[in-house]
DNA sequence: CTCCAGGACAAGC
DNA sequence: GCTTGTCATGGA
């Protein structure tokens, strides 16, 4: 069975350098990451537009509930993902808009208190303290669960149980981490949009198992 | 028509 | 602690 590195290597082999997170800024990013939750990037691009230039911290937390939500529509649960959005705003200026500043913070605090915001749970903070924040926390998702048990591994269902056995796997690094859940988001997003496919998978042995239960689920 | 996409939360056990 | 219903659009 590929070890945790192996298979690092071999997604690294096949997709290379990912450059995530796509966003300008690191607001930007985490606006992107409340979006996307259980929503295609394609959809989080159109609301993202819509938004345009009044996508600030200052202008979504002033804004009305019904005229962002309004903007929000192609990503889904616009109304959810308004309040969450103007709540994350409210949090960002509280540090006046300084990302430097909340940089500062130690990791596993930092973490605390993104969980402490509505609308944030365990993988949108990871994923908001790699892509904005330099901190190394291993991100789990729907894919990662997925290929690591194809290959055999036994996922604990748990995902701060998941996430430690990963990390416990690798060293402690952003880059690493970065790149790692950018490339898993690669691979499945090759199998989502070319179906059925089956040629040049990174995961040889479970190619065919991989493929066929990506696609179905 | 059905299914699901880079989840989170409240309620119930 | 873990499980279930809910939130919602758009593309395949």
Same mark, same amino acid.
């Given at each position: 069975?590929?070890?945790?590195?192996?298979?690092?290597?071999? %997604?690294?082999?096949?997709?290379?350098?990912?450059?995530?997170?796509?966003? &300008?800024? +690191?607001?930007? @990013? =985490? *606006?992107? #990451?409340?979006?996307?939750?259980?929503?295609?990037?394609?959809?989080?691009?159109?609301?993202?537009?819509?938004?345009?230039?009044?996508?600030?911290?200052?202008?979504?937390?002033?804004?009305?509930?019904?005229?962002?939500?309004?903007?929000?529509?192609?990503?889904?649960?616009?109304?959810?993902?308004?309040?969450?959005?103007?709540?994350?705003?409210?949090?960002?200026?509280?540090?006046?808009?300084?990302?430097?500043?909340?940089?500062?913070?130690?990791?596993?605090? %930092?973490?605390?208190?993104?969980?402490?915001?509505?609308?944030?749970?365990? &993988?949108? +903070?990871?994923? @908001? =303290? *790699?892509? #904005?924040?330099?901190?190394?926390?291993?991100?789990?998702?729907?894919?990662?669960?997925?290929?690591?048990?194809?290959?055999?591994?036994?996922?604990?269902?748990?995902?701060?149980?998941?996430?430690?056995?990963?990390?416990?796997?690798?060293?402690?690094?952003?880059?690493?981490?970065?790149?790692?859940?950018?490339?898993?988001?690669?691979?499945?997003?090759?199998?989502?949009?070319?179906?059925?496919?089956?040629?040049?998978?990174?995961?040889?042995?479970?190619?065919?198992?991989?493929?066929?239960?990506?696609?179905?689920?």
């Amino acid at each position: 069975m590929l070890s945790v590195p192996e298979i690092y290597q071999r %997604l690294f082999e096949r997709y290379g350098q990912q450059h995530w997170w796509p966003a &300008e800024s +690191a607001y930007e @990013m =985490l *606006v992107g #990451a409340v979006l996307t939750q259980n929503t295609h990037w394609r959809n989080v691009e159109k609301a993202l537009g819509n938004l345009g230039n009044q996508l600030k911290p200052q202008v979504i937390s002033a804004m009305p509930h019904d005229q962002l939500a309004n903007l929000l529509r192609p990503s889904g649960y616009y109304n959810q993902k308004a309040e969450r959005l103007r709540l994350l705003s409210q949090w960002f200026i509280s540090y006046d808009c300084d990302v430097n500043a909340i940089r500062r913070i130690d990791g596993a605090l %930092l973490r605390h208190t993104l969980l402490s915001l509505k609308g944030v749970g365990r &993988e949108t +903070a990871d994923c @908001m =303290l *790699v892509y #904005a924040f330099d901190k190394p926390f291993f991100i789990i998702d729907t894919y990662t669960r997925r290929l690591f048990s194809r290959i055999g591994y036994d996922v604990p269902e748990s995902y701060e149980h998941f996430r430690l056995l990963i990390e416990q796997q690798l060293p402690p690094s952003v880059e690493l981490y970065n790149e790692y859940h950018a490339l898993i988001v690669a691979l499945g997003k090759e199998h989502c949009a070319a179906k059925p496919c089956c040629s040049g998978c990174p995961l040889e042995r479970d190619c065919h198992k991989t493929h066929l239960n990506t696609l179905n689920g």
